[in-house]
């Protein structure tokens, strides 16, 4: 589980604002908030890519764990943007396996079938060898979820991840990634304008000003 | 760990920047002080300095490098405005840019030899002249009368501009030469993001309160950009005051410019003459100083009255004669352009060619078998010492960018990193080489390949640093976020996401330092010694030498290697493309769900 201890982000030495939570595996924790307001900012802190002029002060602990010193690519902290961000050098199922953790499979082979099982759950099985550029909006998005899924995050973060994407797809997206979450059970922090979003997750709904 | 070694990166790169320039100024300092006990002068004094203003030449010379320096650096500004805002909003835009880029990587040394041979008295301009007196005075008085065209040539002689007093000829071969690098970095400027985001929006605001286009140029784009700009701007023309090739092929010799001066000073038998090149060595940096004085000068000049005509509210801004002057200028290059690719190629195969006729008398390859035969070692050391310092300064480049996002650097460091970048560009190279040149030998005397390596990479590494960071800081950093975040190391980003993602920009960086490393004269001849031939050095030397079909053999050669590098930069990317693609399709799931796509 993911807690936040009165965590305060600051710009230039200024507080923004201050927050505590906890979120249970398998939540999702909405935070809501006027654009500006620092919400992106406070999924970076807790991924650990901060920039100047932002800081942060508190505590974040993933299973009862302080992160706050560890660095970004030991956290086990996953974060997905509102674009897909997938490798254009890399095909699909290169995409899922560059993010799966290393020696987590005995050989070829089984790494290529849990790249397929993958696939399936989102049903976009056979498209492993499928150059990135050539996937819709929506088979992005999804391949981005199994991506990170793929990297067995003890956390994951979700920056506006379904704003650019269709009316249609939007719901559609939504549920895929909460049930996927919820079916591994992960904790979540989802940053969002959409109220829709907010009661889709399900969790609690905090909003910064 | 990575992070350290992309720190120690940053700092070994700002080092190699101000070392040799520092080290190379102290260097010449001493001497024009009279400090120099390879020769037995132990005290120092003014006295040199005494000497050097005692020549009667002096203050001519000085006045060349000013004058040709500002005069050419002006008038290319000037002209690359003219065209932008002629064509920035033009879909011919594209075209200016593919006709002007070769430029770029067309040695100065070649530069100067192809203007030498398409406006010398029996180069093709004169020819043509010569040709259409001929065949008017033909036309219009009677078919008999042959002598007419005789008499022509003499008046196509004297209006020949070569070796001209004034130095007009330096100063429109240095225009020629400045104005597509000034193009195509305000170009350049102008289409990053943030900038091109920004200017897009001024130029609509500006269509709508109905300024015309060139008016918006030069009302709301130009000073947005200008600041960006001009420093770059301030490089050119300490080059243009303090270059040696082109005075050295097209300018008077009596007396020259005061580089060519000091070079020659610098070579002389009688090694006190070096205590006389290193004073003006010292005087060619308060030269390079007044005109960026001048320069800026000017600068504030035209703000003040700018900033008034700005409220002036005048819808145009002289629409017809910048227009006008646009295309002349680039009519004009193109001509020239077909009339040197015209003349050398022919030079290069000509038997005979006999001025005014406008081919060649019998075809041979003689000249390409001597040539091949003879550059075989400048070839070889070319590009050897290319390849090593373009790849080595690449390599330093990245380490250095990445560091910058690993760690960015408080405002006032990067901004002192950024000023140092400039440094060998600002500071003349004829009065730092010889000081640096200096100390090497001091130092180890027989590493001339290292010393060399070193001059170059002065030269190579700003230029490499300003064309990759631009694609380095445009990189999308949320990919690198994400890759972070699936649990890969700073390394493994860098090795697995960035450096595939911006392959097209690094692969272009690398062969403008190739075509930079390819054209330097002066400090591949002086850290050398003279004791490692390039392609450029020989180019140059044959100059003076007795055949003319050799040399435009020369320049080809020249021309078309740093083009091939290009060539290797643009189709290695296409070719890794392609080879995923074709892996993609052989693994046979290729499917038509492209076409049909499951949302």
Redesign the interface.
């Given at each position: 589980m993911l807690s936040l201890e009165n965590v305060v982000i600051y710009r230039d030495d200024k507080p923004l604002f201050q927050l505590s939570a906890d979120v249970a595996k398998g939540e999702v924790l909405t935070v809501m908030g006027p654009s500006g307001a620092g919400k992106s900012t406070l999924l970076?802190a807790i991924?650990g890519?901060l920039?100047?002029p932002f800081s942060v002060t508190g505590q974040i602990k993933v299973n009862h764990v302080v992160i706050n010193d560890i660095d970004?690519?030991?956290?086990?902290?996953?974060?997905?943007?509102q674009?897909a961000?997938l490798?254009?050098?890399m095909?699909v199922g290169e995409n899922i396996a560059?993010?799966m953790?290393d020696k987590a499979y005995k050989n070829k082979q089984l790494k290529h079938d849990a790249i397929n099982t993958l696939l399936v759950a989102v049903?976009?099985d056979?498209?492993?060898?499928?150059?990135v550029n050539?996937?819709?909006g929506?088979?992005q998005a999804r391949v981005s979820l199994i991506?990170?899924l793929a990297?067995e995050?003890d956390v994951v973060?979700l920056d506006e991840p379904f704003s650019k994407l269709d009316v249609?797809?939007r719901s559609?997206i939504r549920s895929w990634t909460f049930s996927q979450l919820k079916a591994r059970n992960m904790p979540a922090v989802l940053v969002t304008h959409d109220k829709d979003d907010a009661l889709a997750a399900g969790g609690n709904v905090i909003e910064i000003l | 760990m990575f992070t350290h070694i992309t720190l120690v990166a940053r700092w070994c790169l700002l080092l190699l920047l101000c070392i040799p320039v520092l080290a190379g100024l102290v260097g010449v300092i001493f001497p024009a002080l009279g400090y120099f006990p390879a020769i037995g002068a132990n005290a120092f004094s003014t006295q040199v300095f005494a000497t050097l203003f005692g020549l009667p030449d002096i203050w001519q010379m000085m006045w060349l490098s000013l004058f040709t320096g500002v005069g050419s650096t002006l008038l290319a500004v000037i002209a690359a405005f003219c065209i932008l805002a002629t064509f920035y909003q033009s879909s011919l835009l594209g075209k200016i840019q593919g006709v002007l880029s070769p430029f770029l990587v067309f040695p100065h040394a070649a530069a100067a030899i192809s203007l030498l041979f398409v406006v010398s008295p029996s180069g093709i301009f004169a020819a043509i002249t010569t040709r259409l007196n001929a065949y008017f005075s033909h036309a219009f008085t009677s078919p008999f009368v042959n002598e007419i065209s005789e008499m022509a040539l003499p008046a196509a002689n004297d209006g020949t501009l070569l070796y001209d007093g004034l130095g007009l000829s330096i100063l429109i071969a240095l225009s020629l030469k400045e104005l597509p690098f000034i193009l195509l970095m305000t170009l350049s400027v102008m289409s990053q993001p943030l900038v091109k985001k920004k200017l897009t929006g001024y130029v609509k605001v500006g269509t709508a309160l109905g300024y015309s286009p060139t008016a918006s140029f030069f009302k709301l784009v130009l000073p947005t950009t200008f600041s960006q700009i001009k420093l770059p701007l301030l490089a050119v023309l300490v080059f243009a005051t303090s270059n040696v090739e082109i005075p050295l092929i097209l300018g008077p010799n009596n007396p020259s410019t005061l580089a060519v001066a000091i070079m020659h000073w610098f070579n002389h038998i009688d090694l006190s003459m070096r205590l006389l090149a290193s004073s003006a060595a010292v005087v060619q940096v308060a030269v390079s100083a007044v005109a960026v004085l001048l320069f800026l000068g000017t600068e504030r000049l035209v703000t003040y009255i700018g900033k008034r005509s700005l409220s002036g509210g005048n819808r145009y801004f002289a629409d017809g004669a910048l227009r006008a002057s646009g295309f002349v200028i680039m009519a004009f290059y193109i001509i020239l352009i077909c009339a040197v690719v015209y003349t050398v190629v022919v030079y290069s195969f000509a038997k005979q060619w006999h001025f005014p006729l406008l081919l060649p008398e019998g075809l041979t390859l003689l000249h390409w078998n001597t040539a091949i035969s003879a550059l075989t070692t400048p070839f070889i050391n070319t590009l050897l010492l290319g390849v090593l310092v373009s790849t080595t300064s690449l390599i330093l480049v990245l380490f250095t960018l990445e560091s910058e996002q690993l760690q960015p650097a408080r405002a006032v460091a990067s901004n002192a990193f950024s000023v140092s970048l400039f440094l060998p560009l600002l500071v003349p190279g004829v009065a730092f080489l010889y000081g640096l040149v200096w100390f090497q030998q001091l130092i180890f005397q027989n590493a001339v390949w290292f010393h060399t390596y070193v001059a170059h990479m002065v030269y190579v590494v700003p230029y490499v640093f300003l064309s990759m960071a631009v694609a380095y800081r445009k990189f999308d950093n949320r990919y690198a976020m994400v890759a972070q975040s699936l649990g890969k190391t700073p390394w493994q980003v860098f090795y697995h996401v960035k450096l595939p993602s911006l392959f097209s920009a690094i692969m272009v960086a690398w062969a403008l330092g190739l075509a930079i490393s390819f054209s330097q004269y002066l400090p591949t001849l002086l850290a050398s010694g003279g004791t490692i031939p390039t392609v450029t050095t020989e180019a140059v030397a044959s100059v003076s030498g007795s055949s003319t079909r050799l040399t435009a053999v020369y320049v080809i050669i020249q021309a078309v290697m740093p083009l091939i590098g290009f060539m290797i930069a643009w189709y290695m990317p296409v070719i890794a493309t392609r080879k995923r693609s074709r892996q993609m399709l052989v693994s046979g799931t290729h499917s038509n769900r492209s076409a049909n796509p499951v949302q």
């Open positions: 970076q991924a890519q920039q100047a970004v690519h030991l956290r086990k902290v996953g974060i997905m943007f674009d961000l490798f254009e050098h095909t560059f993010a953790p049903e976009l056979g498209i492993a060898d499928r150059n050539t996937l819709s929506g088979q991506r990170t990297s995050p973060l249609a797809l559609q | -």
